[in-house]
């Protein structure tokens, strides 16, 4: 990430060695047989607010809106509604941290969702398509995208941040164009019905959500791939010369990258019905706020599939209910900002002293086994 | 100005007096009742293994933590003995990152943090700055473009600078300079420059406190030498009283073997060829390598050395020649390609090129060699993993032995342990070498030298290239020694000592000469004469 290679003066004047005594006698009793101290140790170091701060937060929000607001907060549309409008926001996130795993921002996301949901419109209305071909064109189309922008990476060497704001611009001009600048009506029902179908009660978007985090999580986290992607993102030329295809690893992440964005832009006009040039930019803030508060969850500071998801639906959860509480609309951009801020905050919090952070965490547990 | 100077050489009194400091972390007594004192114009070293409690020194002098308990009491300019953080104020501290800005100039970097208040906008009066910053530069004996960029500077002259920068806003020359592993990838023509402008400033007064991992430093440089062990002061002795050996046993609390002495190595088809190699600074270099010897490569920095172990490997483009590996050529600049035919390169940087340090130790040990941990849906057999892991973790005897942890959290000799098991586990045919031993302390070296003989001996070509000669000495069969970019001199095993290797690398730069009077390296007196 690009605020690592900031070289902080402070920073290595913080010396290891110290530390890690301090490090090694923490991880002492933890590990060899771990005493019943031990186990209670682990437990509070597991459940600990620095890794599931997001799911105390989601428990905070919860609680206090079930008491202020019960009779709106605590019904059962409420949460379908929720599930199902933030499954798209929760798409577009895990579409964005798979790129952020391996180093590369996709600010182009946005343009991206905005672009497939125009173009399906596009395809089946005034070009005539069928339904599932419009959609696979689309998919295609989404991975294109992604292409251009990790051949602008790793080809051109222009800087993701650069190339992928470039190509949002780029998109914005190509959605006017073939929307002519306004909404396209009389989309087919079965473009609908995926976008706001059940299957046991729960929206198709949201499984469709559910799926997708699966497989980019085992992907992540349980192959080769993955392994491939997160060093990537740690140290592009270490990985290199550990023998990573690290310009494949990025051309591939915005290409996977690009395609559930256009599976999102689908599923977005589907919801609305239309196909509305306007949407998709919008959703860009909120996924970066996903993706940076999950990555301070469970994986200590790493990002990852799951913590954004949750992030999501917590930081929805908390504009609903404010929202059910009387609070103007706006409240949900507010809330991104402040939770963008945060995040970006606390992983820097996490990550800058992490030797200091273990001689806290030293100074600190053995109260909290007492 | 003299009779403002409170202490004089020769003062009895201490412009630093440390008693009786402590300090502890939770678990760790990091430093126990350190005694210290520093009196004007001497060099104090202070050297000990990572944990020795030395970087708790520099942080309590620093301001970083507090003690516990214990007093720092500094001598002002006017004689007052001051207590506490106004005698902390007194310290100026040279650390390995130096804090200077590269694209800025050396004037500019002076004048930085000097300007304050409504005078930040008052016009740079350029002519006059630039003439402070060459008499501030000269009075280290150095003369350097003072209007370029610090970017393009040695290594040396922006210590040097550094030094300046903290020595500039003094009213007086009697006062604490404390250099913080100052010497770290610093080539040793440089470090002499560097030593030569801490002499003077020791020489005009100046206390120097000198924390270092190089322990021919120290008794190259220091007055008299502090050895901590486990928080303790272990030792307090003047540098005249002790030599290298009995320096690491005080180090270490034992001897020291040294590395093993290299073994006799099979003959046979050398493994690989390097055939006209041109890339970085290398011009022209060919040399064959045999299965199971340790080939050194010495010279100064810019000779080619530092780019031989990356150029063969592939991480460093080939401008021409070739690289012949077991009879078939070797791709350029295609380090995946080089590590399935049996390469492994160890850089000398380990933050930037060597592991990637926000990755736990064992998903670096595994990176380069992922294929036998793959089960079916490509997915990655974590158990197989750990258990892998741990067999090299215990093998190499990484400290702590818990692979389960950011790599940043270790330290430098353990990072480097990670290192060299994640090549080693790739069952290398040939071991890439650069700088091994940088930013690693003696104990950690030890395994280090250790784990390249029994990777040799096993059969490995193995590759060493070094800025430091006596480890080229201990441990290598046959030394290179680059000058130029070229090959100046094949050393056999009985031909390599120190004294060769270094005559040899230093003559290089008497080309001149040596085109005069034929090709011998008795130059070394020649050279300190033409600088």
Redesign the interface.
Known sequence: MPD?QI?L?R?????????????????GPA?GVPGRRGRLAQAAAWASPRRLSVVYFFAAMFVIFSVWVPATFLTSSTWHSLLADQAITGLVAVAFSIPIAAGAFDLAIGSEVGFGGILVAWLIVPRGLPVIPAIALTLVAGGCVGLVSGLLVVRARIDAFIATLAMSSILLALVSWISGGSQILNLPNSLQAIATNTLLGIAYPVWILLAITLVAWY?LE??????SI??TG??P?????????TSLVIVLSLIACGMIASVAGILNTGQLGVGDPTAGPSLLLPAIAGVFLGSTQFRG??VNVWGTVFAIYALATGTTGLQLAGAPTWISELFDGVALLIAVGISKYQRRP??RL??IR??VS?RRAR | MDDRRATQPGDPRPMLRISGLTKT????R?LSNLSLEVHPGEIVAVIGQ???G???L??LL?G?HSADSGTVEVLDESGDLLVGPDALEHLHFI???L?LIPGLSSVENLGLGRRAGLGAFSPVRKRRERREAETLVARFGEVFDVTAAVSTLTAAEQRILAIARALSGWLTHDNLLVL?EPTVALPSGEVRRLFDAVRRVAAEGAGVIFISHRLDEVLDLADRIVVLRGGQLVADIETTAVDHDELVRLITGRQLADAPAPRAHSRGEPVLSARGLAGGSVIDLSFDLLPGEIVGVGGLIGSGREHVAALL?G?LKRAGGEVVVRGEPLRSGD??TA??RGLA?V?AERR????????YAR?NL??????P??RRF???D?GAERRDVAEWARRVDL??L?AE??L?????GNQQKVVLA?WLRTDPLVLLLDEPTQGVDVGAQASVYALIAAAAESGAAVVVASSEAKEIEALCHRALVMRDGRVAATLARHELTEENLVSASLGLRQQDLDSLFGQHGDSGAAVSQKR
């Open positions: 690592e070289a003066p920073r290595s004047q913080v010396d290891v060695s110290t530390v890690l005594q301090a490090a090694a006698a923490d991880a590990n992907v349980w192959t080769p791939v993955g392994r997160y060093a740690g140290n030329e270490a990985a290199r010369l550990a023998g990573v295809r500071g790493r992490t030797r273990a001689v030293q100074a053995p | 972390f939770p678990g760790i990091a990572n944990g020795s030395k970087s708790t520099v942080k620093a970083v650390h390995q990152d804090g913080d490997f991480a380090p995946r590590i399935r390169f850089p930037e090129h060597g592991a990637i340090m926000d990755l998903e595994t990176l380069p060699r992922l294929a941990l793959r490509g997915r990655l974590r400290q702590p818990d942890r950011p940043k959290l270790f330290s430098g994640k």
